[in-house]
């Protein structure tokens, strides 16, 4: 019997997630995305390159944004804002220095591209929504949920 309350008192503690309850970081919704990217097009040719980030409309809550980390990694955030309810302020647009997007709301929100993480206390605790990045080889990638 000591055995079974071990074992559910580990299986409560390791499936908690403090963030569910957090009303502010539960705002997007799970949109499905399927994209393929390839850095050979020229409207994703500045994925080619590390350090660059690329903007598509039309997909997830409010658009991607694609970041080029390194020659290996390239990275795909949704650009709504995790902590604003969708609306057109919400959506994460170009800081003009390189790596951050920023939100139009009134508190503009910030968030790094390179780590998702929000860059002001307006966003703790929520991050950027991740989406899955597959490298299909030739400077193509597949962009899912």
Known sequence: MKKYFIYMFCIVLFTCDRDDNNPNCNF?????VNLQVN??????SQLAFPINGVYVP???NNGIWLWRLNSATLLAWDA?????????????TDSGSGDIVVC?????????????????????????????VDDLGNGTFLVTN
Do not use: K
């Open 39 to 44: 850095t050979n097009l020229p409207q994703f």
């Open 80 to 92: 709504a804002d995790p902590s604003h309810p969708l609306e057109a302020c919400s959506t994460l």
């Open 28 to 32: 997007l919704f799970d949109a499905g």
């Open 58 to 60: 039309g997909q997830g």
């Open 104 to 132: 139009g709301c009134d508190d503009e929100n910030r968030y790094s591209l390179a780590t998702g993480v929000g860059l002001n206390g307006n966003t703790q605790p929520c991050t950027l929504q991740p989406y899955r």
